[in-house]
C-alpha cells in the first residue's frame, strides 16, 4: 500500500510542478480570487487545455469566476488560466 500511495503522490507532484503525465497536467490559476492555485486538467486530443473554467467563490458560493487558458512561456506546462472578469477588490 506504501508504494501505490508514494507512486500517486509522484504523479501528483509532477503534475503540480506543470509535466504532462498521461495527458493531465497541473496549470496555474492567474489573477481573481483564485490566484495563486493549480487546477489538474486533462488535456484535449490537440493538447488544449479546458476552457473556459469556472470557479465558484464568496459567500456560499454565490459568485462564479472565469478563467480562460492562454499560451505561456512563463510555465513548465505552457499554459495558464487568466481570470477574465474584473479585479478582485481587496479589504484594507
Keep these: 500500500m506504501g508504494t501505490d500511495n508514494s507512486e500517486h503522490m509522484k504523479t ?3 503534475w ?3 509535466e504532462v ?3 493531465i497536467v497541473g496549470i496555474k490559476v492567474v489573477g481573481g480570487p483564485f490566484d495563486g492555485r493549480t487546477k489538474i486538467v486533462l488535456l484535449g486530443p ?10 465558484s467563490g464568496g ?6 469566476h472565469a478563467y480562460e ?4 512561456t512563463d510555465t513548465r506546462a505552457g499554459w495558464i488560466y487568466a481570470h477574465t472578469g474584473p479585479a478582485p ?3 484594507s
Aim: hydrophobic share 30%; aromatic share 0%; no cysteine.
Design 59 to 64: 459567500p456560499a458560493g454565490t459568485t462564479r
Design 21 to 23: 503525465v498521461n495527458k
Design 46 to 55: 490537440d493538447g488544449t487545455p479546458p476552457t473556459p473554467i469556472h470557479a
Design 16 to 18: 503540480l510542478a506543470g
Design 89 to 91: 477588490v481587496t479589504k
Design 69 to 72: 487558458a492562454v499560451r505561456s
Design 12 to 14: 501528483i507532484d509532477r
